[in-house]
């Protein structure tokens, strides 16, 4: 359905979205991931058709947007960070007005209204104006607005930023329906569990780069251990040579916080432990775990602070 092929844009010589290639079938949920100032807006700015490449394309059901008026882009809903409501008109209002912008009109936009508002679990408060909701019934009114005139693509900017965990389950459920309709969606968000929960494919950003295209599992593979030790420790440790014992991938240390990966748990404990004491540190607490979507995202990008929006 989506085809974003080598897409590229630059502000002057600040290159901003470096060839950035990936696609989205009907019926499937890619993540979009990547740090602050990776490029994740400009790149779901040109999709939409709100900002042209400098080169490269998007395109849907293999055509492309070409202008405002093109009419490829009336397969696209998106759902904006910024919510996108008249707080003092109606909400079965709010989505007339988008309807009508897309050419609908009369019984067709009435049942689209009606559907959409189902959808979202908002057809009791029909009637009555946003300015008198919650923030989570507005991300899912705002949700609704994206999806009155039935597009095949639907673009989330977080849209989850901000809302109860009901009403964030609420939207996790719309859009697990859209999917088993044949959508196509694309999901953006810095909250990583909802990505585990949702997504079929993952595809991250890294300063305007791709740096993975692929499954959850397959993005698993990509660390040097599945299984990981957070271990409280007293003083330095020596990180590259405890990385260097059998059945040890990696070892990190942040403060009095020590990370290590192993092959596996059983036999990797008493050896990580045993080593620990050997060399004098007090161990006061230690946990064990599976890696995560959190740990695969940190090593792809690295621990860096990002400041800036792309």
């Known amino acids: 359905m989506l085809q974003v092929e080598e897409l590229r844009k630059s502000y002057g010589t600040r290159e ?26 400009t790149t779901v700015a040109m999709i939409c058709g709100l900002v042209a490449p ?23 809903g998106l759902v904006p960070q910024d919510l996108a409501l008249y ?21 067709q936009l009435q049942q ?34 994206a999806l009155v005139h039935d597009p095949d693509l639907l673009i989330l900017d977080e849209p989850t930023v901000g809302v109860d965990p009901q009403s964030r389950n609420a ?28 997504c079929d494919r993952i595809v991250i950003l890294d300063d305007g780069k791709l740096v993975a295209s692929d499954t959850l599992q397959g993005l698993y593979r990509r660390l040097p251990a ?4 957070d271990i409280e420790i007293d003083g330095s440790v020596d990180s590259a ?8 991938k990696s070892a990190v240390q942040t403060g009095a916080r020590l990370t290590v990966g192993v092959d596996d748990l059983v ?18 607490r230690i946990d064990s775990g599976k890696a995560t979507l959190e740990d695969v995202f940190l090593a792809l990008t690295g621990r860096k602070l990002r400041d800036g929006p792309r």
Not at 62 to 75: E, N, T
Request: glycine share 12%; net charge positive.
């Open 112 to 145: 689209r209204c009606t559907e959409a508002l189902a959808l979202v679990g908002l057809e009791a408060r029909a009637k009555d104006r946003p300015r008198t909701f919650s923030g989570g019934m507005k991300r899912r009114l705002n949700v609704a607005c």
């Open 226 to 229: 599945a299984e990981t030790l």
């Open 16 to 41: 901003v979205v470096a060839g950035v290639s990936f696609g989205v079938a009907p019926g499937e949920i890619v993540g979009l991931l990547g740090p602050n100032g990776a490029g994740k807006t």
């Open 267 to 284: 036999h990797g404990v008493p050896l990580v432990l045993a080593w620990l004491a050997a060399h004098g540190h007090n161990v006061h």
């Open 171 to 198: 939207i996790f459920e719309n859009l697990e329906q859209l999917r088993s309709r044949g959508k196509a969606l694309v999901y953006t968000t810095h909250y990583m569990e909802e990505v585990e929960r949702l």
């Open 241 to 248: 040579q405890l990385a260097r014992q059998v059945g040890v």
């Open 54 to 76: 400098s080169s490269g394309r998007a395109t849907i059901g293999g055509q492309a947007i070409r202008g405002d008026r093109s009419a490829v882009k009336r397969r696209i």
């Open 87 to 107: 707080e003092d008109i109606s909400a079965v209002n709010n989505l007339r007005l988008f309807g009508a912008l897309y050419g609908m009109s009369g019984s």
